[in-house]
C-alpha cells in the first residue's frame, strides 16, 4: 500500500448551520451532541451533520422520509458493541440513541470485514494466505474504511458513519462552528405525519405538440420542405442522417430515403448515423437496430452506422470501475463521454475519411420542440439555411424545422415507409404509450451546451439508467412492457445510492489523483459497488462481459495498490455477473490461474505456446 498525501482541494461544498428540518426525537440527538462535547462541522445537503469527538462523525437524518430498504446491505450479523467500547465517544452515543428508542444495526461493511480479519486469521487457508498475502495488515489501515451504523425509530431514521480519517467528510468545515440555535422542539410532532397539499401547477403545452393526428399535413408545408431536401440533396455527395430512435429523425430519415429512391444518383454515398449508449431504453434500442436491418435489406446503398462509447467510458464501468457517483443535473459526465465523444470520433474516422467540402448532416431537429430548442437552432442557424458543425467545419442542415409534433406523427402514420419491416405504426404506438419526446442525437453531435442542456431536461426515451431526469416514460411503458419493471426498479437503487449521501455510499472526501485525498463529497464506496452489482444479478440487468472485467480491472488497479481491499463480497458479485461459480472463485484474480489481472481465468502467451506443442506433437503420433 502506498501512502496516502493529503492536499487542499479547490472544489468547495455548500455548508449549512443547521438541518432543514428537526423533530423532537432529533432535537434531543442534537441537544445530546452538544453536552457531550461533540464539536459542530455544519450541515451538508440539508440532512447531513458532521461532529467531532476524537473521530468525526456523519450522521444523516431520514426526517421527512424512510430510507428505501432495497437500497441498505443486509445486517452484517455483528452489534455495535462488537466494534465499539461502551466507554468510548462511539459506544456512549449508540446507547443513549438505544434508550431513546431507536434499534440499531449495522450492515454488511468493509470496515468490519477488516477489522474482523486482521484479528482472526485461518493460517491454515492457503489460498487465502496466498491471495491474501497482507490480510493482517488491513484493518483500519485505509482512509477509505468508515464503520455504518443504522438506527430506526418510529418517528425518524439515522445512517451514522464514524471516520478513521481526519479529515471532515462531505466538505464540511475544518474549524468548529457554534450549534445551531435556532433549532427548538416543534408545537405538535403530529403535523409532520399530515401531508401538505401539494401544490398544483399549471401545464402549458407547447401548440402542436401532442401525438394527436391531424386530418393531414398542410400541402404548403410539405412541399418547402421537399424543396429543402432536395438542395440538401442536389448540393452534397456525402449525406449523414442523424436517427435517434424518434419521430422526428424517423420523418426527416424518410423524407430524404423518398427523395433519393426517386432521384437515384450512384455518386451520393448516404449513411445514417444513430447511437447506443449501451444503456439505452431496450425499446429504443430495438427500434434502431430493427431499422438498421430494414434499411440493410431495402436498400444496400444506404450505409447504417451505430456509434457506441469506449469500453473505459460506458456509464456502468464508470460507475462499477471508477466509482464515479451516478451522473445528475450538475455532474452530467455521462453526457460527454456516452454521446459527443463517440460521435465526433465516428465523424472523424469515417465522415470526414475524404474530407469536409462535400458533406452535410441532416437533423431532425424542430423549433417547437421547446423553447430551449428554439433558441438553440436560432442560435446555430442564425438566418441560414446550413449552420456549421465545430468537427470539420461540417454543413448541418434540419428540413423539419418548422413542423410541429402533430404534423410529424400525422405524416408517419398515413404514409408509409418505403421499406419493410421497422413499421412507423410500431414506432407511433410505443412513443404513444411511453407518452415522451425523444432524446436528441443530434445535440450530442452538433453543440456540446446544447447536448448538456437537453439531456435531463428536454429528453426522454433515452437511458434507462438515466438519473438526471424525471423521465417518467419508463413507468409509463411498464404496463405494456413488463419486461421494463426490472429497468425502472434498478435505476431507482442507482439514483438513491448513488447520488443522496444519506445511504454512505459515497465516500466522503474526494480521491484526487492517485493516493491523495482533499476534502468533498468523493466517489462510491466499495460496498455501494457491491450493492449495486447484487441488485443487476437479481435484477437481471445485462452488461457485457468485456465491460464487467474492464470495470474490474479498474478497481483492481485504482483500489488495491492504494490499501483498499477489495472484498469478497464484491468479488462474488463481480464473478457471478460474469457468471463464474464454484471453488474456482479463490482462484481467480491471482497472479498465476491469472496473468492479466482480469479476474477470469485465461491462458498467458506461455500457456499458448505450450498448447500449440502438445496439439503439434499429438498430430505426429497420429
Same mark, same amino acid.
Given at each position: 500500500?502506498?501512502?496516502?498525501?493529503?492536499?487542499?482541494?479547490?472544489?468547495?461544498?455548500?455548508?449549512?448551520?443547521?438541518?432543514?428540518?428537526?423533530?423532537?426525537?432529533?432535537?434531543?440527538?442534537?441537544?445530546?451532541?452538544?453536552?457531550?462535547?461533540?464539536?459542530?462541522?455544519?450541515?451538508?445537503?440539508?440532512?447531513? $451533520?458532521?461532529?467531532?469527538? $476524537?473521530?468525526?462523525?456523519?450522521?444523516?437524518?431520514?426526517?421527512?422520509?424512510?430510507?428505501?430498504?432495497?437500497?441498505?446491505?443486509?445486517?452484517?450479523?455483528?452489534?455495535?458493541?462488537?466494534?465499539?467500547?461502551?466507554?468510548?465517544?462511539?459506544?456512549?452515543?449508540?446507547?443513549?440513541?438505544?434508550?431513546?428508542?431507536?434499534?440499531?444495526?449495522?450492515?454488511?461493511?468493509?470496515?468490519?470485514?477488516?477489522?474482523?480479519?486482521?484479528?482472526?486469521?485461518?493460517?491454515?487457508?492457503?489460498?487465502?494466505?496466498?491471495?491474501?498475502?497482507?490480510?493482517?495488515?488491513?484493518?483500519?489501515?485505509?482512509?477509505?474504511?468508515?464503520?455504518?451504523?443504522?438506527?430506526?425509530?418510529?418517528?425518524?431514521?439515522?445512517?451514522?458513519?464514524?471516520?478513521?480519517?481526519?479529515?471532515?467528510?462531505?466538505?464540511?468545515?475544518?474549524?468548529?462552528?457554534?450549534?445551531?440555535?435556532?433549532?427548538?422542539?416543534?408545537?405538535?410532532?403530529?403535523?409532520?405525519?399530515?401531508?401538505?397539499?401539494?401544490?398544483?401547477?399549471?401545464?402549458?403545452?407547447?401548440?402542436?405538440?401532442?401525438?394527436?393526428?391531424?386530418?393531414?399535413?398542410?400541402?404548403?408545408?410539405?412541399?418547402?420542405?421537399?424543396?429543402?431536401?432536395?438542395?440538401?440533396?442536389?448540393?452534397?455527395?456525402?449525406?449523414?442522417?442523424?436517427?435517434?430512435?424518434?419521430?422526428?429523425?424517423?420523418?426527416?430519415?424518410?423524407?430524404?430515403?423518398?427523395?433519393?429512391?426517386?432521384?437515384?444518383?450512384?455518386?451520393?454515398?448516404?449513411?445514417?448515423?444513430?447511437?447506443?449508449?449501451?444503456?439505452?431504453?431496450?425499446?429504443?434500442?430495438?427500434?434502431?437496430?430493427?431499422?438498421?436491418?430494414?434499411?440493410?435489406?431495402?436498400?444496400?446503398?444506404?450505409?447504417?452506422?451505430?456509434?457506441?462509447?469506449?469500453?473505459?467510458?460506458?456509464?456502468?464501468?464508470?460507475?462499477?470501475?471508477? $466509482?464515479?457517483?451516478?451522473?445528475?443535473?450538475?455532474?452530467?459526465?455521462?453526457?460527454?463521454?456516452?454521446?459527443?465523444?463517440?460521435?465526433?470520433?465516428?465523424?472523424?474516422?469515417?465522415?470526414?475519411?475524404?474530407?469536409?467540402?462535400?458533406?452535410?448532416?441532416?437533423?431532425?431537429?424542430?423549433?417547437?420542440?421547446?423553447?430551449?430548442?428554439?433558441?438553440?437552432?436560432?442560435?446555430?442557424?442564425?438566418?441560414?439555411?446550413?449552420?456549421?458543425?465545430?468537427?470539420?467545419?461540417?454543413?448541418?442542415?434540419?428540413?423539419?424545422?418548422?413542423?410541429?409534433?402533430?404534423?410529424?406523427?400525422?405524416?408517419?402514420?398515413?404514409?408509409?415507409?418505403?421499406?419493410?419491416?421497422?413499421?412507423?405504426?410500431?414506432?407511433?404506438?410505443?412513443?404513444?404509450?411511453?407518452?415522451?419526446?425523444?432524446?436528441?442525437?443530434?445535440?450530442?453531435?452538433?453543440?456540446?451546451?446544447?447536448?448538456?442542456?437537453?439531456?435531463?431536461?428536454?429528453?426522454?426515451?433515452?437511458?434507462?439508467?438515466?438519473?438526471?431526469?424525471?423521465?417518467?416514460?419508463?413507468?409509463?411503458?411498464?404496463?405494456?412492457?413488463?419486461?421494463?419493471?426490472?429497468?425502472?426498479?434498478?435505476?431507482?437503487?442507482?439514483?438513491?445510492?448513488?447520488?443522496?449521501?444519506?445511504?454512505?455510499?459515497?465516500?466522503?472526501?474526494?480521491?484526487?489523483?492517485?493516493?491523495?485525498?482533499?476534502?468533498?463529497?468523493?466517489?462510491?464506496?466499495?460496498?455501494?459497488?457491491?450493492?449495486?452489482?447484487?441488485?443487476?444479478?437479481?435484477?437481471?440487468?445485462?452488461?457485457?462481459?468485456?465491460?464487467?472485467?474492464?470495470?474490474?480491472?479498474?478497481?483492481?488497479?485504482?483500489?488495491?495498490?492504494? $490499501?483498499?481491499?477489495?472484498?469478497?463480497?464484491?468479488?462474488?458479485?463481480?464473478?457471478?455477473?460474469?457468471?463464474?461459480?464454484?471453488?474456482?472463485?479463490?482462484?481467480?484474480?491471482?497472479?498465476?490461474?491469472?496473468?492479466?489481472?482480469?479476474?477470469?481465468?485465461?491462458?498467458?502467451?506461455?500457456?499458448?505456446?505450450?498448447?500449440?506443442?502438445?496439439?503439434?506433437?499429438?498430430?505426429?503420433?497420429?
Amino acid at each position: 500500500m502506498e501512502t496516502y498525501e493529503r492536499v487542499e482541494n479547490t472544489t468547495k461544498v455548500g455548508i449549512q448551520n443547521r438541518l432543514k428540518d428537526y423533530n423532537s426525537v432529533i432535537l434531543d440527538m442534537w441537544d445530546y451532541f452538544e453536552s457531550a462535547g461533540f464539536a459542530f462541522h455544519g450541515v451538508i445537503r440539508d440532512w447531513t $451533520g458532521v461532529f467531532h469527538n $476524537g473521530a468525526y462523525y456523519a450522521v444523516h437524518h431520514f426526517v421527512k422520509d424512510r430510507p428505501d430498504q432495497d437500497c441498505i446491505a443486509p445486517d452484517s450479523g455483528y452489534s455495535w458493541k462488537d466494534i465499539f467500547r461502551s466507554d468510548s465517544a462511539a459506544g456512549a452515543l449508540f446507547l443513549f440513541l438505544e434508550k431513546s428508542g431507536f434499534r440499531l444495526r449495522m450492515p454488511e461493511q468493509a470496515a468490519i470485514d477488516a477489522l474482523m480479519a486482521s484479528t482472526v486469521c485461518d493460517d491454515s487457508d492457503m489460498f487465502r494466505t496466498a491471495l491474501y498475502p497482507s490480510i493482517n495488515d488491513w484493518s483500519l489501515m485505509s482512509p477509505k474504511h468508515k464503520f455504518q451504523v443504522y438506527g430506526v425509530h418510529k418517528t425518524c431514521a439515522l445512517l451514522i458513519e464514524i471516520y478513521s480519517l481526519d479529515i471532515p467528510p462531505y466538505g464540511a468545515s475544518k474549524l468548529p462552528l457554534p450549534f445551531p440555535e435556532d433549532r427548538c422542539q416543534p408545537s405538535f410532532d403530529f403535523w409532520d405525519l399530515v401531508p401538505n397539499e401539494p401544490k398544483k401547477r399549471s401545464k402549458r403545452a407547447i401548440e402542436g405538440e401532442t401525438l394527436d393526428y391531424l386530418e393531414k399535413v398542410d400541402d404548403e408545408l410539405l412541399a418547402v420542405t421537399r424543396a429543402k431536401i432536395k438542395k440538401i440533396y442536389d448540393e452534397h455527395s456525402i449525406i449523414g442522417l442523424l436517427n435517434s430512435g424518434g419521430v422526428d429523425s424517423r420523418l426527416t430519415l424518410q423524407l430524404m430515403i423518398e427523395h433519393a429512391i426517386k432521384n437515384p444518383d450512384p455518386s451520393k454515398r448516404i449513411m445514417v448515423i444513430s447511437a447506443d449508449t449501451l444503456v439505452e431504453n431496450p425499446g429504443v434500442k430495438k427500434i434502431i437496430h430493427d431499422l438498421r436491418e430494414a434499411l440493410h435489406k431495402a436498400f444496400s446503398w444506404i450505409e447504417y452506422h451505430i456509434v457506441e462509447p469506449r469500453e473505459d467510458n460506458t456509464l456502468l464501468v464508470c460507475i462499477i470501475g471508477k $466509482g464515479y457517483q451516478a451522473p445528475s443535473v450538475t455532474f452530467k459526465y455521462c453526457v460527454r463521454r456516452l454521446k459527443i465523444e463517440p460521435a465526433r470520433e465516428f465523424l472523424e474516422a469515417v465522415f470526414l475519411a475524404d474530407g469536409a467540402d462535400d458533406t452535410v448532416l441532416v437533423l431532425g431537429s424542430r423549433d417547437n420542440e421547446s423553447v430551449q430548442r428554439r433558441r438553440s437552432l436560432s442560435k446555430h442557424f442564425g438566418g441560414d439555411f446550413y449552420g456549421h458543425h465545430p468537427v470539420g467545419n461540417i454543413r448541418t442542415a434540419s428540413p423539419v424545422r418548422d413542423w410541429t409534433k402533430q404534423e410529424v406523427v400525422t405524416y408517419l402514420a398515413f404514409n408509409r415507409a418505403p421499406w419493410k419491416g421497422a413499421r412507423n405504426t410500431e414506432l407511433l404506438a410505443f412513443y404513444g404509450n411511453a407518452a415522451g419526446s425523444e432524446c436528441p442525437l443530434g445535440a450530442a453531435v452538433v453543440n456540446d451546451n446544447e447536448a448538456m442542456m437537453q439531456c435531463g431536461k428536454s429528453a426522454r426515451m433515452g437511458c434507462y439508467l438515466c438519473t438526471i431526469a424525471q423521465d417518467k416514460s419508463m413507468g409509463n411503458l411498464i404496463s405494456t412492457h413488463p419486461e421494463y419493471e426490472k429497468y425502472y426498479q434498478f435505476r431507482r437503487i442507482l439514483k438513491a445510492i448513488g447520488q443522496d449521501i444519506r445511504y454512505g455510499g459515497i465516500t466522503g472526501f474526494q480521491r484526487i489523483g492517485k493516493s491523495k485525498i482533499g476534502s468533498g463529497i468523493g466517489d462510491l464506496t466499495i460496498d455501494c459497488r457491491t450493492h449495486l452489482l447484487q441488485a443487476m444479478a437479481r435484477f437481471d440487468i445485462e452488461w457485457r462481459k468485456s465491460e464487467i472485467i474492464t470495470a474490474y480491472q479498474m478497481v483492481l488497479e485504482r483500489e488495491t495498490v492504494e $490499501g483498499f481491499p477489495v472484498t469478497e463480497r464484491f468479488r462474488k458479485a463481480i464473478y457471478r455477473l460474469i457468471g463464474v461459480s464454484g471453488p474456482f472463485q479463490r482462484l481467480l484474480g491471482h497472479s498465476v490461474f491469472d496473468p492479466y489481472g482480469t479476474g477470469v481465468d485465461q491462458c498467458s502467451e506461455e500457456d499458448s505456446e505450450a498448447i500449440k506443442r502438445a496439439l503439434a506433437k499429438r498430430r505426429t503420433m497420429i
